[in-house]
């Protein structure tokens, strides 16, 4: 089921924010040239939070060990990394909503 996250105004094109949905830390991007959408928030590396990685406007880049993914895909940009897991997201009269059911984060072993 969709739910509201946050207002669409709160994001631009080429930026990015982290939201919560239903316990799951989403990093809401919107890629330059692209559409918004939602990705796991947490490097799959070592679940370590991407609150402060580096976007570029296409790139996400962790700040701990430099894993970075394209945010059109969510595909990591090096192949021998790993994917972050995508939401569906839509925006519907200026909100933003992310559905997380049957969306499993890809997280390092503990
Ligand atoms: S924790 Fe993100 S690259 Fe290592």
Redesign the pocket.
């Known amino acids: 089921m969709f739910q509201r996250v946050c207002k669409d105004d709160t994001i631009f094109e080429g930026g990015m924010r982290l939201v919560i949905a239903d316990s799951h830390v989403i990093i809401l991007a919107w890629p330059l040239g692209g559409e918004i959408r939602a990705f796991q928030g947490v ?1 799959p ?2 679940n ?1 939070p991407l609150e402060e990685a580096e976007f570029d406007g296409e790139v996400l880049t ?6 970075t993914w394209n945010l059109h895909t969510g595909d990591p940009v090096q192949p021998q990394e790993s994917a972050l897991a995508q939401y569906p997201v839509k925006v519907e009269d200026g909100v933003v909503y992310i559905d997380t059911e049957g969306v499993t984060p890809l997280l390092a072993p503990r």
Request: glycine content about 0%; some cysteine; aromatic content about 20%.
């Open positions: 490097c590396h070592t370590y962790c700040p701990l060990h430099a894993w």
